[in-house]
């Protein structure tokens, strides 16, 4: 009989200490062995290349990639990334090599003569190993107009084409669609969200009409951008005005065209829209958490959704996944992130406060949750306590590699940064005679001797 619910935690790797704050850490999969992390400091972005080994966690130099707070990154190939920021009210990229652990600067370019004024970070995709599309802003407001650049990248140069007015307002969210396309969302004044699609030709950008997305300001509440693939987006938001349910639409694209599914109602629940986190398992699948109880016994519960279409179906609404009640979100006592496994797994990096009856003082969990999808349920496979003394953790956020394995990243106190590698094995335990325990439930009919998939439950948890 062979399982494959089994993971194990390898230390924590301290990535980078000293005496200036971390503002943010992001992390990309170079390879299945391979994780690029950046830094985001006070003044500056740096980056660290870390590989694993079983579930050890080897780490190179930091490097400076920028001297400035905020820029964002795209993966080129395993070997390369593009860095696009703004220095001087100027927008910028760089392209870096990755040999072993190391990493050097191989091209360097100011890609646009436009002026920004308080304008946030740049948005990237990479169209492909030689091509990059950013997004960038005139300015923070919603007033403001929003830019599209193409950038190809040779050997050791970059080749920026033509800065193009894509629409007017504020951009917020860049997806990569098919065909050297991309869809960004935006607001403008009424603060309504719409998206827009462009293509690319060569570096020429054509953009076309912009849909409005959702038909009033009080249902732009919480709005997540998602892509399930083959040109389609999922909409997930809330409505202020309602007692904050949660809503989803699809919008698929053909060309730079935008057609709009009908807006659904998905949990009626008070309140459940203000804390929803919505993620992708597949391009008719998706997964949804959101918390709901009073103020102090808060649960975590799981949504999953299947679309068709344009249409959007709940399957699961309410399936508990915390297994204690937790503190309200009103100081901070709890963050969640969500990391795609596969197409029906997941995990959740969860981090809570709970009371206990008798103490002044209150614990702060750090666990880690895996999920199975399972045709129309949502199976907890695996649940595992990381750390409880998790008040100092900060950021707390997952990358999944092509072969299962999960690196968690996080802030601690403010000035250092780790990585823990969780490993996924495959394990394998054989069963000789009717009298030994049972171990789990397996998915599929399995001949003598045959080696099956199995469900493993948890104590006090139904498969």
């Known amino acids: 009989m062979k399982y494959l619910n089994e993971y194990t935690s390898g230390e924590d790797t301290q990535v980078t200490t000293g005496s200036t704050a971390i503002n943010s850490i992001s992390a990309f999969v170079l390879n299945e062995n391979k994780v690029f992390i950046a830094i985001h400091y006070l003044n500056s972005i740096k980056g660290i290349v870390c590989t694993v080994e079983g579930a050890s966690i080897t780490t190179g130099i930091e490097t400076v990639l920028a001297n400035i707070a905020s820029g964002n990154i795209a993966?080129?190939?395993?070997?390369?990334?593009?860095?696009?920021?703004?220095?001087?009210?100027?927008?910028?990229?760089?392209?870096?090599?990755?040999?072993?652990?190391?990493?050097?600067?191989?091209?360097?370019?100011q890609l646009s003569s436009l002026v920004h004024s308080s304008s946030p970070a740049p948005l990237i995709v990479s169209l492909s190993s030689s091509k990059v599309f950013i997004m960038h802003n005139s300015n923070n407001q919603r007033t403001g107009v929003v830019y599209g650049i193409v950038c190809v990248i040779s050997e050791?140069?970059?080749?920026?084409?033509?800065?193009?007015?894509?629409?007017?307002?504020?951009?917020?969210?860049?997806?990569?669609?098919?065909?050297?396309?991309?869809?960004?969302s935006?607001?403008?004044?009424?603060?309504?969200?719409?998206?827009?699609?462009?293509?690319?030709?060569?570096?020429?950008?054509?953009?076309?009409?912009?849909?409005?997305?959702?038909?009033?300001?009080?249902?732009?509440?919480?709005?997540s951008i998602n892509y399930l693939g083959n040109d389609k987006i999922f909409i997930g938001?809330?409505?202020?005005?309602?007692?904050?349910?949660?809503?989803?639409?699809?919008?698929?694209?053909?060309?730079?065209?935008i057609s709009l599914g009908t807006d659904t109602k998905l949990n009626s629940n008070s309140n459940v829209g203000?804390?929803?986190?919505?993620?992708?398992?597949?391009e008719n699948k998706i997964f949804i958490t959101c918390t709901a109880g009073s103020?102090?016994?808060?649960?975590?519960?799981?949504?999953?959704?299947?679309?068709?279409?344009?249409?959007?179906?709940?399957?699961?609404?309410?399936?508990?996944?915390?297994?204690i009640a937790f503190m309200s979100d009103s100081g901070n006592y709890y963050a969640v992130n969500l990391t795609v496994i596969s197409d029906n797994r997941i995990c959740i990096l969860f981090k809570y406060q709970y009371s206990v009856y008798g103490q002044s003082s209150y614990p702060i969990n750090l666990d880690m949750i895996i999920c199975e999808i399972d045709e129309d349920l949502i199976n907890?496979?695996?649940?595992?306590?990381?750390?409880?003394?998790?008040?100092?953790?900060?950021?707390?956020?997952?990358?999944?590699?092509?072969?299962?394995?999960?690196?968690?990243r996080y802030i601690y106190l403010t000035y250092t940064s780790y990585m823990k590698m969780i490993k996924k094995v495959n394990l394998v335990l054989p069963i000789t005679s009717p009298t030994d325990d049972i171990y789990g439930v397996a998915k599929d009919n399995g001949e003598e001797d045959a080696m099956v998939d199995v469900y493993r439950p948890l104590e006090g948890v139904a498969v």
């Open 380 to 408: 907890i496979v695996e649940r595992v306590n990381l750390s409880n003394e998790a008040s100092s953790f900060n950021g707390v956020a997952g990358i999944c590699t092509p072969n299962g394995n999960i690196f968690i």
């Open 156 to 184: 050791n140069e970059i080749t920026a084409g033509k800065d193009t007015v894509l629409t007017n307002g504020y951009g917020s969210r860049l997806i990569k669609l098919l065909n050297e396309k991309v869809f960004i």
């Open 75 to 109: 993966v080129l190939s395993e070997n390369r990334i593009f860095l696009s920021f703004l220095s001087g009210y100027y927008l910028y990229g760089s392209v870096f090599e990755i040999e072993e652990n190391a990493i050097t600067l191989i091209a360097h370019k």
């Open 295 to 323: 103020s102090n016994s808060k649960q975590l519960y799981g949504m999953l959704c299947e679309v068709t279409g344009t249409t959007i179906t709940v399957k699961v609404i309410d399936r508990q996944l915390s297994n």
């Open 237 to 257: 938001h809330s409505n202020s005005s309602e007692s904050y349910p949660i809503y989803g639409r699809i919008c698929t694209i053909s060309g730079t065209s």
């Open 274 to 282: 203000k804390t929803m986190l919505v993620t992708v398992l597949s």
């Open 186 to 223: 935006f607001v403008y004044s009424n603060g309504i969200a719409r998206g827009i699609a462009c293509s690319v030709l060569n570096t020429t950008i054509t953009a076309g009409t912009y849909a409005q997305m959702l038909t009033s300001e009080s249902l732009s509440y919480k709005v």
